[in-house]
């Protein structure tokens, strides 16, 4: 069975206010963001891709993205933005580079096996991602917008790791173990709720249960 025959079986509305209510849940989640002791305090880890990889699990890949948007777009409404959205950016592609892989390949088959196996890929999406758009796009963006030169956060990361010597190690030492960890916590969180949650929700939108 598909993971998302269910879909079929959700009406126009009540997929809207599913969708509805899981981007507001995330964007609820995104708020209790924290640096991690081992990066640069810019860098502040969340785990609300973890209710829309659940969403993604109920509606599909496509209502991910929408949900994975709606959070942003809230927490833009609420709270501005104050790097000239580039973190809202960043955290859209990041946030889609980890759920889409997982979602789309745990699409073919619905099996906790699968499922690992998506979550691996999505991890490495997730970091490979984050690194080539941190070193080409995103944090020369950051210097520019807050006038500080690269070096300077170059130096930012150093002082947490004698490695850092320069751009590209900046991504090696503090990008990579960063977006490492918060694939690794947001798959895993979901990987334990995952079964708790599912039948709850196909129950209360009278869905079907994927296998």
């Keep these: 069975m598909s993971a998302y025959s269910s879909m079929a079986k959700i009406s126009h ?8 209510i899981l981007s507001a849940v995330a964007f609820i989640i995104m708020l209790l963001q ?7 305090s810019f860098y502040k880890l969340d ?13 599909g890949p496509m209502s991910a993205v929408i949900m994975e948007a709606g959070k942003i777009i809230l927490n833009i409404l609420i709270h501005g933005s104050d790097t000239m959205f ?10 889609c580079s980890l759920i889409l892989p997982i979602l789309l390949l745990y699409k073919k088959e619905a099996k906790m096996k699968n499922l690992l196996l998506a979550s ?15 070193y080409f796009v ?33 991504v090696i030492f503090m990008t990579i173990p960063f977006n490492l960890i918060k694939g690794a916590l947001v798959t895993i969180v ?8 599912i ?12 296998n």
């Design 86 to 95: 580039i973190g809202e950016i960043a955290n859209f592609i990041m946030g």
């Design 190 to 197: 979901t990987l334990a709720l995952y079964k708790r949650i």
């Design 34 to 40: 924290f640096p991690l002791p081992i990066t640069p």
């Design 47 to 59: 785990i609300s891709d973890v209710i829309i990889l659940i969403g993604g699990f109920i509606l």
């Design 120 to 134: 691996l890929i999505g991890i490495i999406s997730l970091t490979i991602v984050g690194a080539l758009t941190n």
């Design 13 to 20: 509305t009540k997929k809207i206010v599913l969708i509805s």
């Design 199 to 210: 039948p709850i929700v196909h129950t209360k939108f009278n869905t079907r249960k994927s």
């Design 138 to 170: 995103l944090l020369p963006l950051y210097a520019n917008v807050y006038q500080m030169p690269l070096d300077a956060m170059v130096e930012m990361g150093q002082v947490l790791n004698a490695n850092v010597k320069d751009l590209f190690s900046f």
